[in-house]
C-alpha cells in the first residue's frame, strides 16, 4: 500500500485558494491546529535549541506562507473598503 505523502504548508495554501474561496473564508482562514503547533515548536526549537537543516528549511517555508497570507489578506481588507493596494 503506498503511504500517503504529508501536506506541507504550500500544499495547504495552494489547496485552499485552488478552492476558490470567497472573501471571508480567505479573511478567515489560518494554519491548521497541527500545523499551528508544529510552528509553535519550530519556534521553540529555534531560539531554545538548535534547528536541523530540515526544520529550519521548514520554519522558513512556515515564514513565507505567513508573510504570502498576511499580505493577501490586507489586499483583500482593502480592496473591500475601496482603497488602493
Known amino acids: 500500500m503506498k503511504k500517503e505523502a504529508k501536506c506541507d504548508v504550500f500544499c495547504l495554501?495552494?489547496?485552499f485558494l485552488a478552492s476558490d474561496p470567497?472573501?471571508?473564508?480567505l479573511l478567515a482562514f489560518k494554519f491548521t491546529d497541527?500545523?499551528?503547533?508544529?510552528l509553535g515548536?519550530?519556534?521553540?526549537?529555534n531560539r531554545?535549541?538548535?534547528l536541523t537543516?530540515?526544520?529550519r528549511h521548514e520554519?522558513?517555508?512556515?515564514?513565507?506562507?505567513?508573510r504570502?497570507?498576511?499580505k493577501l489578506k490586507i489586499k483583500t481588507e482593502l480592496r473591500m473598503r475601496g482603497l488602493p493596494s
Do not use: F
Open 13 to 15: 495554501v495552494s489547496d
Open 22 to 25: 470567497t472573501t471571508e473564508e
Open 34 to 38: 497541527e500545523m499551528q503547533e508544529r
Open 41 to 45: 515548536y519550530l519556534l521553540y526549537q
Open 48 to 50: 531554545e535549541a538548535e
Open 53 to 55: 537543516c530540515e526544520e
Open 59 to 66: 520554519l522558513n517555508d512556515y515564514m513565507r506562507a505567513n
Open 68 to 70: 504570502m497570507l498576511t
